[in-house]
């Protein structure tokens, strides 16, 4: 009777183990929008790598590059939803979700990459997360997206003026289109996808991004003018549905964020390499390039754009405060 008692129990035992084991193996798809060579694209394929290696196998991650699992704002929803799980999102088409991830979309909110990345380590960052894992979407890690500048096809730019009447294509998001307003040119929400025909046959006269994308998307070839305007210096995440990661142990979900710092330190580090060789070949290309020899005047231009958020999220000020307080 014990004997067979005690059998009974250690097959109850034995079979819920498995269940958990079971609840806890998981398969997951990742969306990212950049192509081979391209350092998100090899970082999160390093990071799919980790991911299996110190999980020992429960979860694995198949990643689809170049966005052809969709737009960005799709891929967003599709993680929050489940539908995916993982995305290498930039917090611009996150912002509308999130009003706590829109603060890194306030234009010139910071100094440079280092005063970013010193924010997103401290109370700001613990902010900025919270307020994207209440909208389903958990950042594991941060990338680096450097700083965005103007190109266009046929003039440098150098004062708000020179934006006055221009049609620019910007991400979703509201502020970026009142950022172009208040600069006075057309601001045009538009997949990143769509932008290299756009500027070709001038269904936009410019656009914004950093050294690689401008690069890598060819842009460069269709609007040879790069002005360093630097106004949005905006980070970007390795995002997991809440659902799922929720679901995982302690010990699962510690190798998941390790699998994603060590992602993002590689990341970093290809960034970096990859901004240079990026404005080096566009600059072998023929593109000009623009030095702003004085930002003041765009910079003066955004205070709308600040105060049209703060109305929005006044609760938010604090942060806006915080941040622009860290040194
Ligand atoms: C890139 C960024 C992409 C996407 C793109 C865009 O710099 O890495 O995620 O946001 O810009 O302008 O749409």
Known sequence: MTYSLTKTLLGAATAVSVL????VAADWRGWNIHTEGYPNTIAMDRFAE???EKTGG???LQMFHGGTLGSQPDAIEQVRLGGLEIGNFNLGPIGPIAPEANVVSLPFIFKDVPHMFRV???????AIAEGMAAKGLVPLAWYDAGARSFYNGDKPINAPADVAGMKVRVMNNDLYSGMIAELGGNPSPM???EVYQALKTGVVDGAENNWPSYE???HFEVAGY????QHLIIPECICVNADAYNALSDEMKTAVKEAAMESADMQRELWAEREASSRKMVEDGGVIVNVIADKGPFQSAMTPVYETYLASNPDLRPLVELIQATE
């Open 226 to 229: 790069y002005s360093l305007s």
């Open 191 to 193: 997949a990143f996808a």
């Open 216 to 218: 890598s998307t060819g």
């Open 50 to 52: 980790l991911l299996a």
């Open 20 to 23: 958990c084991t079971a609840a």
């Open 58 to 60: 429960e979860v694995t």
């Open 120 to 126: 997103l380590e401290s109370d700001g960052g613990a």
